[in-house]
């Protein structure tokens, strides 16, 4: 399944651009998702871990599954106030 | 009430939004743009947010706030965009019967907030160059 992932801040500025697309086995988790993020962007590998993923405007654990029309998105940690 | 906004934050908008005769305590804090961080100097600061899950945190941490605190009314309000020092970048206003209900809903709500809310504060540094501020995380 093809998914579009949204990027913000450091996160977009590491890519060059504020979405990608990435082809992901159907059923895949958050967990797969990650590798194949710094398969695609190598400069995400160091910061990753220190980021969250987002599902449908919620934070996601690891092991959650993705669907295909799933909204996905890198948050890197926050500094709103 | 919470809000996203791209203009300067009317103070006196959010404490109307929040007055009620049932109040006997109006709290509001201001978050404003500081100059200096550690000794580096700022010459401005620019907010993102992933709007819609923005949105969305926002309003539960409205909705949890109200489950433990008896609050009459509450208004967060996120200033995003370019926000020149000295200028509020976010108000969050709690009125409650009494006053200590309104001082630990209202620490609690901006405590939440910078820890949860998908929002990001970019500095612009005086002696040049520009970095997001991403606590816990080394700078690029």
């Given at each position: ?60 654990t690891d092991?959650e ?17 | ?24 305590a109006?709290?509001?804090?201001l ?12 010459t ?8 819609p ?88």
């Open positions: 399944m093809r998914i579009r992932v949204k990027l913000f801040a450091v996160a977009r500025d590491l890519a060059g651009r504020s979405e990608l697309e990435l082809e992901l086995p159907s059923g895949a988790n958050v967990a797969v998702l990650r590798a194949a993020l710094v398969r695609d962007v190598p400069a995400f590998g160091p910061l990753l871990p220190h980021m969250q993923i987002a599902i449908d405007s919620r934070y996601a092991d599954p993705i669907g295909p029309h799933s909204e996905v998105a890198i948050i890197p940690p926050v500094s709103g106030g | 009430m919470t809000q996203l906004t791209d203009n300067p934050i009317d103070t006196q908008a959010v404490l109307a939004a929040v007055a009620t005769p049932a109040a006997g109006v709290v509001l804090f978050g404003t743009t500081r100059e200096f961080t550690d000794g580096r100097q700022t401005a600061l620019d907010y993102e947010a992933y709007r899950m923005a949105e969305k945190t926002l309003s539960d941490l409205a909705e949890e706030a109200r489950r433990r605190w008896p609050i009459e009314k509450l208004c967060i309000v996120h200033r995003l965009g370019h926000v020149p020092l000295g200028e509020a970048s976010v108000a969050v206003a709690v009125s409650t019967a009494h006053r200590a209900a309104a001082f630990e809903a209202g620490q609690w709500l901006i405590d939440s907030l910078k820890e949860s809310v998908p929002i990001w504060k970019k500095e612009t540094w005086a002696v040049g160059g520009t970095e997001w501020v991403h606590p816990g995380m080394e700078p690029k």
